[in-house]
C-alpha cells in the first residue's frame, strides 16, 4: 500500500488519528487521539499530568500529508508540520501511517516548539485474542525518528509470538525494518520505564542493527471504549549519538 492523500480520510468507522509531541526543554508532553466514538487529549508538564480531558479534543487536516491544526479547548492549539513522508505501518488487522513532524503552539499557556508525530490507524483488533498492542516513537532530529507497532496475541508464550512492524526514518526518508525488535522492562505496578530497540533494515546495512534505548520521563493510565485500559508514557530515547523523546503507548485489556 502506497499512502497518499486519500489515506487522510477516514477508512471505515474505525479510524484512529493522533497527535503527540515532546518538548523535553519547556518539559512539555501530550497527546491528542480522536477516534469516531471518542476525543482525548493527556498533558505532562515535568513528570506530572497536568490536565486529561476528555472533550474538545480536535485533529484538523489543513492540508493532506503535510500539516494539521490540533486543539483542545482553549487549552491546546498547535500547528503539525510534517518533517518526513508517511511511514507505513501494517500489523495484524490494523493499517496505518505515522509521520515525524514539527509541533508548534501552546500548551495550557505554556509555548512548545519540538518535534512529534501525527499518525493515522484504522483496521479492528480483536481483543478477544489479544493481550496488548503498544505503540513506540522516538523523535531523534528532524531527519531521524523510529516508528514501531506490535501486537501481542493472548496466546502468546515468546517475544517471537509477537507481531510488529517498524520503520526507522534516516535523513528523512523512512526505511521499513526488516526484523524489529523491542525489549521492555515494568515496575512492580505494570507499567514500562525502560525500553530498547534492535532494527534490522536489511541488505545494505552491514551486519549490525541500528540499536536504541529509553527511559520514562512521564506517564498516566486512563480507560478507553471497550473495556480497555491504555498506559500513556513518554521516554527519553537514544540512539546511536542521537537523543530526542517520543511516545511509548500499551493499550490492554482492562
Not at 515535568?46 to 492540508?63: F, K, L, N
Not at 513506540?136 to 532530529?141: C, E, N, P, R
Request: aromatic share 6%.
Amino acid at each position: 500500500m502506497t499512502i497518499g492523500p486519500e489515506h487522510e480520510q477516514p477508512q471505515d468507522s474505525s479510524d484512529v488519528f493522533t497527535v503527540a509531541f515532546g518538548d523535553a526543554n519547556a518539559g512539555v508532553y501530550g497527546l491528542v487521539r480522536t477516534s469516531d466514538d471518542s476525543a482525548m487529549a493527556i498533558l505532562f508538564a515535568g513528570d506530572e499530568p497536568v490536565a486529561v480531558r476528555a472533550d474538545g479534543a480536535r485533529i484538523e487536516t489543513v492540508e493532506p500529508l503535510r500539516w494539521w491544526r490540533a486543539t483542545v479547548g482553549d487549552a491546546v492549539e498547535l500547528e503539525v508540520e510534517a518533517l518526513a513522508p508517511a511511514a507505513q505501518l501494517s500489523v495484524g488487522a490494523i493499517n496505518g501511517y505515522e509521520q515525524l513532524c514539527r509541533v508548534r503552539g501552546t500548551v495550557e499557556g505554556r509555548p512548545v516548539d519540538c518535534l512529534g508525530q501525527r499518525g493515522h490507524a484504522w483496521g479492528r483488533a480483536d481483543w478477544s485474542k489479544l493481550e496488548l498492542a503498544r505503540t513506540v516513537t522516538a523523535w531523534l532530529d528532524e531527519g531521524s525518528a523510529v516508528t514501531l507497532s506490535a501486537l501481542r496475541p493472548s496466546s502468546a508464550k515468546h517475544h517471537a509470538d509477537e507481531s510488529l512492524a517498524a520503520s526507522v526514518i534516516l535523513d528523512g526518508a523512512p526505511v521499513p525494518v526488516v526484523e524489529p525488535r523491542l525489549s521492555t522492562t515494568y515496575d512492580a505496578d505494570g507499567r514500562h520505564v525502560h525500553a530498547g530497540l534492535e532494527l534490522w533494515v536489511g541488505d545494505g546495512d552491514g551486519e549490525y542493527p541500528h540499536r536504541a534505548a529509553g527511559s520514562v520521563r512521564c506517564g498516566a493510565t486512563l480507560a478507553l471504549p471497550g473495556d480497555l485500559r491504555l498506559d500513556c508514557a513518554f521516554f527519553a530515547w537514544h540512539m546511536e549519538g542521537r537523543t530526542g523523546v517520543g511516545r511509548y503507548d500499551i493499550v490492554r485489556r482492562a
